[in-house]
């Protein structure tokens, strides 16, 4: 029943090596003061990038960047961006700022998420797992991208995004997601119809990247977009998920190292989608993929490939982002 506990395969090993030279560019990753998203920073600034660790608390986040650096980051730098994803404004606002800051973007991974119910509809009126999980995400990456289009004609670039997805989204079936209320569909009440709520937002991540990359692609701008499934990986939010099910956390702690990965091995698939030499020597295998561990191109279910829902998803999301004076 918990189809998340299925024991994983030993993932095929990256390293920084197998990563491009990151000098001279410049990185965001969203939720990145811990879990995948921290491992993810330290893999990229070890390459030389400039990493801007995108979270809401500073402490937390200034914390997390001295670790790294006691760790060993190399030459790469790592700074805080303040980024709430509760509010579309605020993200706006934290994109707005970085662009006042950077006169260049060349990797944007939207890492951050929240997975645990119960879920609720904000004072925008849409649910609050939708907002944090795509719309906001949505909101951040539109205002950036206009300097990443930019970026792109710098010669030698290689300017990617990445949306980190869950298999949650595997679970779900949507048949539209025309119109706002599209983006509020609740299951119910309890925990694995509380998951399939969360994997709506999930699909949203896949989708959101196909559609972008069509309307790239038709612009012919170079900008690889892809969603990446981690796989199942031992962090903060893993460990929280699993202690409100009843007499499931004390299992996990027994059974755990069979059960996830660390985090580092965890953000394998999301370095290689931003930084591996290879997705951009094979453009049309990876532009607009999803990927699965270790780094393969995976097939999502029809609803993760249906580019009708992906269309909606992109004029309900600029529609709701409109209604609030986002866009």
């Known amino acids: 029943m918990l189809w998340f506990l ?82 579309p404004r605020k993200a706006k606002k934290a994109a707005e700022k970085f662009l006042k ?75 539209s997601f025309a119109g706002k209320e599209s983006l509020n569909k609740v299951y119910g009440p309890g925990l694995l119809q509380e998951i399939k709520t969360y994997g709506i937002s999930k699909l949203a991540n896949v989708l959101y990247m196909k559609e972008l990359q069509v309307r790239l692609d038709a612009e012919n701008v170079p900008i690889i977009c892809t969603s990446v499934y981690p796989g199942t990986v031992t962090t903060p939010g893993t460990l929280r998920f699993f202690s409100v099910i009843p007499y499931i956390s004390w299992l996990t702690k027994i059974i755990g190292p069979w059960l996830f990965v660390p985090q580092r091995q965890g953000a394998y698939t999301s370095v290689f989608a931003a930084a591996s030499p290879k997705v ?10 999803y990927l699965e561990p270790v780094a393969k191109v995976g097939k999502p279910t029809k609803y993760g490939e249906d580019m009708r829902l992906a269309e909606e998803l992109w004029e309900t999301t600029e529609s709701v982002l409109k209604e609030i004076g986002v866009l």
């Open 280 to 289: 951009k020597l094979n453009r049309e295998k990876y532009a607009g993929a």
């Open 101 to 175: 800051k950077e006169k260049r973007l060349d990797v944007l991974i939207n890492n951050a998420a929240v997975g645990l119910g119960p879920f609720k509809i904000n004072s925008d009126g849409i649910l609050d797992v939708m907002t944090i999980n795509h719309v906001s995400h949505f909101a951040f990456t539109q205002t950036l991208l206009p300097l990443m289009k930019e970026t792109c004609k710098e010669d030698g670039s290689d300017v990617r995004i990445v949306n980190l997805t869950s298999a949650a989204f595997l679970q779900v079936e949507v048949d």
């Open 6 to 87: 299925s024991k994983q395969k030993k993932p095929d090993m990256i390293s920084e090596e197998d990563l491009s030279d990151l000098h001279g560019k410049v990185v965001i990753v969203t939720g990145s003061n811990c879990g995948i998203g921290y491992a993810t920073v330290q893999f990229l600034a070890r390459k030389g990038a400039k990493v801007y660790m995108a979270a809401r608390n500073e402490g937390k986040a200034r914390e997390a960047i001295k670790q790294l650096k006691e760790e060993d980051i190399a030459d790469g730098t790592v700074e805080w961006l303040e980024l709430d994803l509760e509010d």
